[in-house]
Structures are given as C-alpha cells and as structure tokens.
C-alpha cells in the first residue's frame, strides 16, 4: 500500500523540481525577451488557458500594451515557446506604491502601539508608505520597523538618521510625529526595504493590523494564497502567480529601475494600490513571504522576505518587543 503521505511528498518534489527548471530557462532568457519592444518583465507563473489556471508551469512576458502578431512586425513577436516551455503574455505595468492622499481612517491615524498594516513615511520626504512588521537587528537585538527604501529613505542623498513619522506625510502626521530614525536601507536589483531603531515616542507591536501576530517567515510558491494589510486598500488577498519576475519598474527619484527576481500577487480586485508600499505578504499560518513595493491595478510586486532579512542583517523572531516585556511584566 502507498502512504498517502509519500505521494504528496513525491507530488511536492516534482513541482519543486518543474519550478526551478523553469527559473533556469527564465534566467538564459530574460535578458533577450526583455529586449523586445514594449516587454517590462519576464518571469515563471502557472500557464493561463482561457482565463483559468493550469498546472503547467510557463515563462511569462509582461508587456504594456498586449498587440496580436497581426499588428507586430516579424522580429517583435515573442516566441510560442521556450525549450519546450509554453510562453504566455500578459499586459500590465509596475509602479511603486508609495502615495500623497488620505484613504482609510484606521490605518492612516496616530497609533499608540504601532502595529503593521499602519501609515508611516520620512518627514523629510514627505508622503506616506506603509509599516510592514517589527524586526530585530541581528548584531544588536534591537527592535526595528521594517518598510521600504522609498518609504523610509527616498533618495540617494538621505542619511542615518532622518526622522520617520506615524502617520505618514501624506496622512495627517508632522514633526510631533516622530516614532523613529532610519537606521538603514538598501535599494538594488532584489530589494526595496529599509529599517528604522525605535525613538522612544511610541511602542512598537509584532501585530499587523487585521492580520494578527506576525513573527516568522516563509518561501513564497506558485498558486500560494496570500494577504497583505496596507495604508491604502487596507487588507487585501491574492493567489502568488510569479516567483521569479524579472520587472521594470516606474516612479523613483532617478526614473525607471529593473528588479530580478520578484514575486507577484493577482487579485482579482485591486490589492496592492499608492500608499501600500511597506506592507508584508503572508501566508495562510502568518508566515510572512514578500515585502510589497509596487504593483498595477490587479497586481502586488514584492521582494522575497529571505532576501530582504539577509540584506538587512535582520530577522523576525524570534525576540520581544519593548511592548512584550511591558505586557508580561504586567501580568506576571
């Protein structure tokens, strides 16, 4: 008799094994399918068949502007296939999702505790992002709040040191609001992110907003469901489509800037929208998976967690809180 459980592990070693044959195929192309015209990204996701998801896995080419063959000259039209792997084309742009204009009361207001899921941005540079979660620094054991560079940073010129406020600038929050200082960031081909140490001001819980008690990761894979609270659309939900785009995306300081290796979130609502930047991932155990930083209308596009905490030099947990030990001092 064959264990059940065999089975789902062979099943599970499979797709494993059909995912990263994919990623290599992806990787020995994407630099020539992202030189044709109007090509933003490239990247593996389940094939589309008439709307529905399939099990076969696919390069996927995002386009902005999807054109039949009819309307492409010869040399513009993307291949059928790639090493035996079916290529399908879907229309969208990326944008980061950092915004300017007040939405949700709950997540836009003064917190107390500051929680994921809530307001926050760099008094100096105005706007607001979204609080993902609560780190710690791996060297120190000191706590930090974890959200992206355009968030928390913004610019090639901004220091350690930079007051972060809660709300955000874009909110209601100004110089009173000051809950932390930019410790350190990082802007290259895989993250987005940036932390800030803790000022005093205010305490600083390992809770997100809506979701619940957040302290551990996760890998992100195909077909995962998936949540995220944000500033803007507040919580959302989505199925991960792609684990390895490699996108271009608009609206930073010095223009358009290509990430490898992202994940990407279909909804099939908007769930990633301006002001959601910051925001974490996470999947149906509260594992958190992605940092989100931009998206389109259906689409979230966030850095894969492991990347972000190894780049950082931070973690998770586990570890507590200034607010842990206050709680538990309370009622021990």
């Not at 060297?139 to 007051?163: A, K, M, Y």
Request: hydrophobic letters at 35%.
């Amino acid at each position: 008799m064959t264990d059940d459980r065999d089975t789902t592990e062979d099943a599970k070693a499979g797709d494993e094994k059909a995912v990263a044959h994919a990623i290599s195929v992806k990787e020995r192309h994407a630099t020539r399918l992202k030189g044709y015209p109007n090509v933003v990204g490239v990247g593996v996701a389940h094939e589309i068949v008439a709307g529905q998801r399939t099990d076969r896995y696919c390069i996927r080419v995002y386009v902005r502007r999807k054109l039949s063959k009819s309307e492409l000259p010869t040399e513009a039209v993307l291949p059928d296939s790639i090493e035996g792997l079916p290529v399908d084309v879907i229309e969208d742009e990326f944008r980061i999702h950092q915004a300017l204009s007040v939405t949700l009361e709950d997540h836009r207001r003064p917190h107390t505790f500051l929680l994921g899921g809530i307001s926050i941005g760099n008094l100096l540079l105005g706007g607001s992002g979204t609080l993902g979660v609560s780190v710690f620094d791996n060297r120190t054991g000191q706590e930090l709040l974890l959200s992206n560079w355009h968030v928390l940073c913004g610019s090639d010129q901004c220091q350690i040191g930079e007051p972060i406020i809660q709300p955000g600038g874009g909110d209601v929050g100004t110089a009173n609001d000051v809950v932390a200082r930019l410790f350190r960031s990082v802007l290259n081909t895989e993250v987005d992110a940036a932390i800030a140490q803790m000022s005093g001001q205010r305490l600083l819980s390992k809770e997100v907003l809506e979701i619940g008690r957040v302290d551990t990761s996760g890998r992100a894979t195909l077909g995962m469901y998936v949540r995220k609270s944000g500033r803007t659309s507040g919580l959302t939900a989505g199925i991960v489509a792609d684990v390895s785009a490699d996108i271009d995306v608009d609206g930073y300081p010095n223009g358009r800037r290509s990430f490898h290796n992202q994940i990407v979130v279909e909804g099939t609502t908007e769930i990633s929208v301006p002001g959601d930047s910051g925001s974490v991932w996470v999947d149906d155990a509260n594992r958190v998976v992605g940092l989100n930083f931009a998206g389109s209308p259906r689409r979230g596009l966030a850095n894969h967690i492991d990347v972000v905490l190894r780049t950082l030099d931070i973690n998770l947990g586990p570890g507590m809180t200034i607010l842990d030990w206050q709680i538990r001092a309370a009622t021990s």
